[in-house]
């Protein structure tokens, strides 16, 4: 690997609720413990419900967005393959009714404010949601896992509440819109992208190239 491709990030564009992002990170790490270099992975939020969001930021949930029970289906029935490719055990395998808009504004304030505690933070809302089934739309479930990775579980409670960093948010969804992000997760190096919960050696060659 060149020393330029050993100091670039690997971009990750995911929305919380999406169980093909929890794969896809599971995919992730099995690639990246295969490394001998470190990859540093930088989170750009996607906002899965926004064709169904409120101008209050609450869900509508009686808003049509075309999704319908064959897609559900369609969906479990691919969550259910890769859980068994890559090894992987889920609490559920969609969730629907979850809003993870609070989860991605705490997760944004972590980012920001305590960057060397943000991965710890992320892994424990997917893993809160997608191996234990805990409901990530909760404050005080978002404290908590906060204080298990060593945050203050309060500075969490007011982030969550804090308006300007729902608009900082806002403004990450609308980027990500104009990127021609459509769906997530999509991985992003050097330029090129991989779009799905792809296996790790699609990574690979995603990050390292092929020779």
Not at 97 to 113: G, M
Request: a negative charge; glycine letters at 8%.
């Amino acid at each position: 690997m060149s020393e330029a491709h050993a100091n670039e990030e690997l971009v990750v564009y995911s929305d919380y609720v999406c169980p093909f992002c929890y794969l896809g990170r599971r995919s992730l790490e099995r690639y990246r413990e295969t490394r001998e270099e470190p990859l540093s992975l930088d989170w750009h939020p996607f906002d899965l419900r926004s064709g169904k969001r409120n101008p209050d930021g609450t869900i509508d949930t009686a808003a049509d967005d075309g999704k319908g029970d064959e897609y559900y289906e369609q969906a479990r029935e691919n969550v259910r393959r890769l859980q068994e490719k890559y090894g992987v055990e889920m609490a559920q395998e969609i969730a629907t009714d979850v809003d993870s808009l609070p989860a991605q504004v705490a997760s944004y304030y972590v980012k920001n404010e305590r960057p060397d505690r943000w991965l710890d933070f992320d892994e424990a809302i997917f893993a809160a949601l997608w191996q234990d089934g805990r409901d990530i739309r909760d404050t005080t479930v978002l404290a908590d896992l906060a204080t298990d990775v060593g945050l203050d579980g309060d500075e969490i409670r007011d982030a969550i509440g804090d308006d300007e960093l729902r608009a900082e948010l806002d403004e990450l969804f609308t980027d990500a819109q104009q990127q021609g992000i459509t769906g997530v997760p999509t991985f992003i190096y050097d330029g090129y992208a991989a779009r799905g919960a792809v296996p790790p050696e699609q990574l690979e060659r995603l990050v390292d190239g092929v020779e």
